[in-house]
């Protein structure tokens, strides 16, 4: 067996942070990433849209969609603090490619998950039928503002909206968020696991897929801030079936995001082989 | 380059890593039910096989989280008689005598580690200048989790300890926001080398070589509580020249080892 089963990235980024320094990692060397991995698609949430400089991250992002035919592709950003915050993402998603789904992130927005600020997006997902991804993490006594994301802060939104499909991006972060992530999975059944971050529990791939489904897996490399290498190891490497890993990999995000893989570039086939 | 589960656990393989960084024993944290454990040598051993590691250095849980002379005279009675196993201990500066520490040696120790944030004390020379200048003298490379101790503490134990090799580490809490920092340690103090689990940040790693050179990162997956093939993932699907791979799955870490004096 050895059909290319299609990569997609669903949690990934574009832009910069002021915290640390980045080598490359501009969307030309995140194409030139992606082609030697072989990852046909990564849907991003750009640095400076969660900063707040949203002409600056749109521009870029798509500058980015047309350099890579359509590979790369975009979160809007929800800034529960920006009153005019759910009118620019309608606009967005009105727009349609790049923009294929919305992110929050309670932390980084110094807001509560379970605030009603939020309501806006929820809402947008819904009614746009758009993946909903929000960063989650663990409480942690080095970064407070993490537990502004704890998985079970997102329970009562997801009682109201149980038709959006919405991601957990890093799965809760560390164990105990991620005890509690699968936990909402089981409860809810809109509600889906990605990898993303540096999340490098041994066993958490087998965990989550053995929790909640395969199905409800998503490859995530938080690029590029992280190397995707990390995350590919650990899912090409994981004691999962062939099909578990299919899903993971791409399967579950083109289902999700409704997505179709571009032709082959210039550069050669893609895929990661998904096999034994 | 296409690669395939198997494709990628062949290439792994012939890397032949030596892990710097491995643990006997369990944590006082949270676990996941599918996390592995390994509670005896032969666990690690058979974790080792699964993950195409070919031999590692080994601490014990209970040296950094207990007692660290009980947690090394376990592990060093653990691994006895293993060959892909190489045990590596836990220092204190108030119970550490250059004569026990050369007993250490002698057993087989050819890694030190020192967590000054957990075990209280200060890396400075009037606290532990004894023990690390002991440390010099036996060439015992010592790992330090950046999280142990400030950056500044870090920088004068390489200034005034030139000839002891420095591995810096991450644990948990990886190394992505401090690269400015180390960085900048690395370009003025040859004897320091970072630990490649904890250097998970976009091209970090080869960024790295190409700065500094391949010797002066060392593999180390933090196995059993990091997935080992976050570090390896970098490594196989790097395209550094295969003597740069080579160094750092194993030449560092054997050269580093055979340093070591009685």
Redesign the interface.
């Known amino acids: 067996m050895s059909a290319a089963a299609p990569v997609i990235d669903a949690h990934a980024h574009l832009g910069f942070s002021s915290r640390f320094s980045v080598a490359g990692g501009d969307a030309a060397d995140i194409l030139r990433m992606m082609r030697t991995l072989r990852v046909d698609m990564a849907i991003c949430a750009h640095q400076a849209e969660l900063q707040g400089h949203r002409d600056q991250a749109h521009s870029e992002l798509m500058e980015a969609f047309e350099l890579s035919g359509g590979r790369i592709l975009a979160y809007t950003v929800f800034n529960p603090w920006h009153e005019d915050s759910a009118r620019w993402v309608e606009q967005r998603l009105e727009q349609g490619l790049p923009y294929v789904g919305i992110k929050i992130h309670p932390s980084f927005h110094q807001c509560s998950a379970d605030d009603e600020s939020y309501r806006p997006a929820w809402e947008l997902a819904a009614t746009r039928q758009v993946p909903l991804l929000s960063h989650t993490w663990d409480r942690v006594p080095h970064n407070p503002s993490q537990a502004l994301s704890f998985p079970t802060l997102f329970a009562g939104w997801l009682e109201r909206f149980p038709q959006v499909a919405f991601i957990m991006g890093h799965s809760g972060g560390r164990p105990t968020g991620h005890l509690a992530a699968v936990e909402l999975a089981r409860r809810f059944g809109n509600v889906h696991l990605d990898l993303a971050g540096d999340c490098y529990t041994w066993g958490l791939t087998e965990f989550l897929v053995a929790e909640a489904g395969a199905e409800r897996v998503l490859f995530g490399s938080d690029f590029n801030w992280i190397d995707p290498r990390t995350h590919l190891g650990r899912i090409i490497a994981a004691d999962i079936s062939t099909d578990a890993r299919r899903l993971i990999l791409g399967g579950n995000a083109l289902r999700l995001f409704r997505l179709q893989v571009p032709t082959e570039d210039k550069e050669g086939s893609h895929g990661i082989h998904a096999e034994d | ?9 062949g290439s792994l393989k012939a890397l032949r890593i030596f892990d710097a960084r491995c643990w006997l024993g369990g944590a006082p ?8 454990r390994a509670s005896a040598a032969e666990d690690l051993v058979r974790l080792l096989d699964r ?2 590691i070919e031999r590692a250095v080994v601490f014990h849980t209970m040296a950094v989280h207990g007692s660290p002379s009980l947690g090394n005279e376990t592990v060093l009675r653990q691994v006895a008689g293993h060959e892909r196993l190489v045990p590596g201990v836990v220092l204190l500066p108030d119970e550490m005598s250059p004569q026990a520490l050369s007993v250490l040696v002698e057993r087989g120790a050819r890694l030190a580690s020192l967590y000054p944030a957990s075990h209280g004390f200060s890396l400075d020379a009037w606290c532990s200048g004894d023990l690390l200048g002991t440390l010099e003298k036996h060439r015992l490379p010592v790992v330090i989790p950046h999280t142990e101790a400030p950056w500044s503490a870090i920088e004068r134990l390489c200034r005034e300890h030139p000839a002891l090799p420095v591995l810096v580490e991450g644990g ?3 190394l ?5 920092t180390f ?1 900048a340690l690395m370009a003025q103090h040859d004897n320091l080398r970072l630990l490649l ?1 904890a250097l ?8 790295l070589v190409n700065r500094f050179g391949p010797e002066r990162l060392v593999f180390a997956s ?13 490594l ?4 550094m020249p295969p003597e740069a791979k080579e160094r750092i799955a194993h030449r560092n870490l054997e050269a580093l080892i055979s340093g070591v004096q009685p």
């Open positions: 380059m296409l690669i395939s589960t198997n494709e990628y656990l944290g949270p676990r996941l039910p599918a996390e592995p993950a195409g948990q809490e990886k992505l926001y401090h690269n400015r960085y689990h998970i940040g976009w091209r970090m790693v080869d960024d933090h196995l059993p509580f990091q997935d080992p093939h976050a570090a390896a993932g970098m196989v699907w790097s395209d």
